[in-house]
């Protein structure tokens, strides 16, 4: 790596935890019984409603958001991902109602597809030697700050200061990251020739059952750990009997678990083939979740916090990618961001759906969503021989 894109990289990672604040802000139960009052909603679960807009701003923006990131270069995006978080943190801290929260959480879901359209080219541009581990520190970044949102909220109220206070420090973060980011350095995007639109190579795509499966594979292994993220502190409050100060801390087991999936699947994934954790992680999760609905006790949950960040939220999606680019090398770009549409639009609809269930029926819902993907990674293993020898017949 270059020296000079040091700073650019330091922005670019600490973009990725005040993204990791904002995506877990509306899942803490402190947070949402606060919001639940300032907007009128009637109930915790109407926070959640407005969760889902992050997934609808994502939606919008994903088939755009990259070509711009290629066009006008990373410099750009990242500064409008960062101007639209800040427009999410201010708003989400001061709208008097549900329809102003829901606009600035829309524009929350355009930051993130900004911000990941710009970032995940860059810092592999920059260290390029490590794709791999750059790509993986984003995912880092955001584990850290989702580990440290209990501590943050019990600083919060330790000061006497309102919850909505540590949004509008984030805002005011990324607002400055924002401002160094127009003047670091950033590398010079290769010439490359004509790119094609999105919907032109939607257009030429030929899609088999099994790409169909893993873009499915995209939505239901989001379900499992949205779901989780946004409901399970409801559900260990109502239903296990966690205390209100307490419940916060499901968080932190859950960042705990995802931080060491990203270590022990590095690991892993140098000895097994990758499309093999698509069904195990999964139904790890199954088991988990069904643990957790029966058994319904303060460290169910709290143990199901940990085995859902590390089987869910630990890589499942990212591999997913990975193993859909192994196999489908000629419409790469085209069917990776059908993934993540996926993924948006599962943010979307299924937490919509969940902001309109009790807390154990979210539960039962995210069991029935995950065995549907462990189902769909069967498929997939069975023909992956097969599709492995379709894919290297298809480059010579």
Excluded at 101 to 128: C, M, Q, W
Excluded at 236 to 241: M, P, V
Excluded at 379 to 388: A, E, Q
Aim: hydrophobic content about 55%; charged content about 10%.
């Amino acid at each position: 790596m270059n020296k000079k894109y040091l700073p650019s990289v330091i922005i670019l990672y600490l973009n990725y935890f005040i993204h990791g604040i904002g995506a877990s802000l509306l899942s803490q139960q402190l947070v949402k019984e606060h919001l639940a009052a300032q907007w009128g909603t009637g109930d915790v679960m109407g926070v959640t409603a407005i969760a889902a807009a992050l997934g609808l701003g994502r939606l919008i923006s994903l088939p755009f958001a990259g070509p711009l990131s290629d066009k006008l270069g990373r410099r750009v995006s990242v500064v409008i991902g960062a101007a639209s978080y800040v427009i999410f943190f201010v708003g989400i801290a001061f709208s008097p109602n549900v329809q102003i929260a829901y606009v600035a959480a829309v524009l929350g879901g355009i930051a993130n597809s900004f911000l990941d359209t710009a970032t995940y080219p860059a810092v592999a541009e920059i260290i390029y030697k490590y794709t791999g581990i750059a790509t993986m520190g984003i995912k880092f970044f955001i584990s850290v700050a989702q580990l440290m949102m209990p501590f943050f909220l019990g600083a919060v109220a330790g000061t006497s200061m309102s919850y909505m206070t540590l949004p509008l420090v984030a805002g005011i973060s990324i607002a400055v990251l924002g401002v160094l980011a127009i003047f670091a350095p950033f590398p010079q995007i290769a010439e490359s020739g004509k790119s094609e639109s999105f919907l032109n190579n939607l257009k030429n795509a030929n899609f088999s059952l099994e790409s169909i499966a893993l873009i499915l594979i995209g939505f239901t292994s989001t379900a499992t750990f949205q779901l989780w993220l946004n409901c399970a502190q409801t559900f260990g409050k109502e239903i296990a009997g966690i205390p209100l100060e307490s419940v916060s801390y499901m968080q932190t087991y859950y960042s705990a678990g995802t931080m060491a999936a990203l270590v022990v699947t590095s690991i892993l994934i140098t000895k097994f083939k990758q499309v093999r954790f698509l069904v195990i992680y999964p139904a790890i999760s199954v088991v988990m979740l069904v643990f957790v609905y029966m058994i319904k006790t303060p460290m169910i949950c709290y143990v199901g916090a940990f085995v859902i960040g590390y089987a869910a939220a630990g890589g499942v999606l990212q591999m997913a990618t990975a193993v859909v680019n192994d196999l489908f090398p000629k419409i790469k770009g085209t069917i990776t961001s059908l993934v993540m549409i996926a993924s948006s639009l599962c943010n979307y609809t299924i937490l919509s759906a969940a902001a309109k269930m009790s807390a154990t029926n979210v539960i039962i819902m995210n069991i029935v969503i995950t065995v549907i993907g462990v189902l769909l990674a069967i498929f997939v293993n069975m023909r992956y021989g097969t599709l492995l020898k379709r894919t290297e017949a298809s480059k010579n």
